[in-house]
C-alpha cells in the first residue's frame, strides 16, 4: 500500500495545509510544489532506503580501530537525503533553505521513517542546527548550523552520561575556561570539556567531514566544585574535527563558502573526542550508537587533554537551550514511532490479503470440504487490523496536527501564536509517548497476524518491532513524559494550555452532535473530557507532588486516549465532507477506525484515571523487600 493517499487526505482534506500558502512566508509556495517535494521524497526513500532496511539491520555499524565503518548503502541513502534539500527545508531562503510549512516538511519526512528508520541521522542533525539558529552566535551559526544544514557536517546531542542517565541533574561533564583569553575565541568562549556521554546516536561514522556534538556540562564554581542539579549546567558545540575560519562577515551567503564576504570553513586538528565503544541494541541498528569519551587525552589539541568547546548562550541556562532540541526531537520520535507502525499495518495487511486459512463458521460447524478463505475474512483478524489502523492513522494526523501548531506559533498572527505554543507544550509529551506506546502494540499485532511466520526474519514485522520498542526509552522515558505531563504541562500558566485543549475538543464535540453518525462518540468524548479535568484536579488535591505523580503514567495513557479520540472525531468530519462518490472505502474506513477507537479503546480511561483520581498508593508504599 501507498501512504499517499493518507497524507494527501490529512494534510489538504482535514489540515487545510494548503491555506498555509496565504501567510507571507509560505506565499511562493501552492499544492503544486508540495507534492513535488513528497514525489521527490517517496522515490528516495523508494530506491534508497527501502531496499536496505534489512541490510542495515544485519550489517550493524562496527569499529575498525580506526573508523566506523558503515554499509555503503548508508552513505548512498544520506548523500541522496542530502542532495534532495530536506536538510533545510523549513529554513529561510537565506539559510539556503526551501521555506517550506514544518507540516509538509514532517510529512515529507514520513516516507524516510517508514522506508527504514535507523538509516539517517538527519532528526539529530537538524535539531542541532536549528538549536544554533536561536541561541547561537552569529559565528556558531555561519561555521556549524549552515554546514549542517547542506549536509556537509552532521549534529548529534549529548546528553547522558554512564552514571547518570536521564537524571540530567546527576552530570559530571565538566568544562573549564581555556586560558586567559577564552572569551576572545569568534566561535564563541571557549572552554576544555571533559567526561563521558552515553547513547550518543550517529557520535561516530564517516558520512560527513565533521560531526557537531552539542554536549551538556558543567562550569565548576569558584570553589572548583560543581554546582549541584540543573542549575550549573551549561551548553557547548564540541566538533569532532576543529575548524579553521577565513574571511568572517557578519552577513554571509548562504552555504558556508563563497565570494562576496562569506565564510570559509575548512577542517583542522582532530579535537579530542575518542569512541569508547559502540552499543548494540535490540534495534535502529543502522545507527551507530556511542560511549564517547571527553578531552581523555587521546587526541590532545595543542600539547593538553581536553576537548575544546565553545559556549552556547550564557553560562547555566544549557538545558534551557538543549529542550530547543529535545522538544523537536521528541515529536520526531513519536513520528517514528507512527511510521514503524504504519509498516507493519500494511505488511500485516498485504499478508492477511493474501494468506488462505480456515473456513467460516456455519451453523453446523467449519466445513473442510469448501475452499480455505484468506484470513482477512475472519473477524479476529479485521479486529487486530483496524486496531492497528486506529492506532497508526491516529497517531499520524496528531504528529500533523502538532507540526501544524509549529506552522501556528511561528506565522500566525500574536495570540494564536501564542495559543499554539502552549497547545505544543501540552500536546508534545503525548505526541511522543503515544505512538511509542500504541503503534508498538501495532507492531505487536502485526507479527500476530503473520502467526508463526511473523516472528521470523522471513518477514520485516519482526524487525518493525524491534525498531519501535526503542522509542519507549528514544528522548525521555514513558515516565518521564508523563511527570512532564502531570507535573508540568497541563499546570503552567494557570492550567491555560488544558484551557486550550479543552476549548477546541468541545468545539469538535458541538459540530459532530449534530451529525447523526458521530452524536453517540460526540457524547462520549465529552464525558472523556470531564474525566481527565476532573482527575487532574483530584491528583493535586492534597497539594504533594508525591500523591500527584504517582500515578503518572496511567494519567497520561487515559489523557492520551481522550486526545487520539478528539482527533479521530475531528477527522471523521473531514471524511464525512469528501464526495462520498470518490472514497467511499476512505470514508469507510475512516468511520470504523472511529467506532473501533470509541467502542474499544476509549472506556479503558475509566481504570487509567481511576488510580489517579484515588491518588492510589499501591506502587509507590509497596516496600522493596516486597517484590
Known sequence: MSLRPTL????????????????????????????????????????????????????????????????QATHDAHKAYAGSGMLSAAQDYDEGGMQLPYTIEAAANCFFAMASVSMGSSLLTKGNANLLLVHGTEAQKQVFARNEFSGRFSGTMCLSEPQAGSSLSDITTRAVPDGEDFEADALGPRYRVKGNKMWISAGEHELTENIIHLVLAKIPGPDGKLIPGTRGISLFIVPKWLVNVENPHPDPLPG?????GSVKVTLG????????????KLGWRGTTNTLLNFGEGKYPVDGQAGAVGYLVGKPHEGLRCMFHMMNEARIGVGTAAVMLGMAGYYASLDYAK??????????????????????????????????????????????????????EQHTAAAEAADDARLLLEVLTPIAKSWPSEWCLEANSLAIQIHGGYGYTRDF????????????????????????DLLGRKVLMEDGKGLQLLAARINATTARAGQVP??????KALDQALQQVVATTQAAWATGNPQDALANAVPYMQGFGHMVLAWIWLDVALAALQVDATKSIAVTAGKLGAVRYFYHYELPKIDAWLQVVANRDPTCAELPEDAF
Open 256 to 260: 558556508g563558502e563563497g565570494e562576496n
Open 269 to 280: 586538528a582532530r579535537n579530542d573526542v575518542a569512541l569508547a565503544g559502540l552499543n548494540h
Open 517 to 522: 453518525e458521530l452524536a453517540t462518540h460526540a
Open 354 to 407: 493474501n494468506r488462505p486459512q480456515g473456513r467460516p463458521m456455519g451453523p453446523g460447524g467449519k466445513d473442510a470440504a469448501q475452499p480455505q478463505i484468506r484470513i482477512i475474512e475472519h473477524a479476529d483478524v479485521k479486529r487486530m487490523l483496524l486496531a492497528q489502523k486506529a492506532y497508526c492513522e491516529g497517531a499520524l494526523a496528531l504528529e500533523l496536527y502538532c507540526a501544524r501548531l509549529v506552522d
Open 8 to 71: 494527501d487526505f490529512l494534510l489538504y482534506q482535514w489540515l487545510g495545509a494548503e491555506s498555509l500558502n496565504q501567510r507571507e512566508r509560505f506565499s511562493d509556495h501552492s499544492r503544486e510544489t508540495f507534492d513535488a517535494v513528497f514525489d521527490t521524497c517517496e522515490r528516495i526513500a523508494r530506491e534508497k532506503y527501502a531496499p536496505f532496511n534489512r541490510l542495515v539491520d544485519t550489517q550493524e555499524p562496527h569499529f575498525d580501530g580506526e573508523k566506523v565503518i558503515l554499509p
Open 460 to 483: 520485516p514485522v519482526e524487525q518493525y518491532w524491534r525498531d519501535n520498542r526503542l522509542n519507549m526509552i528514544h528522548e525521555g522515558t514513558h515516565g518521564i513524559q508523563a511527570t
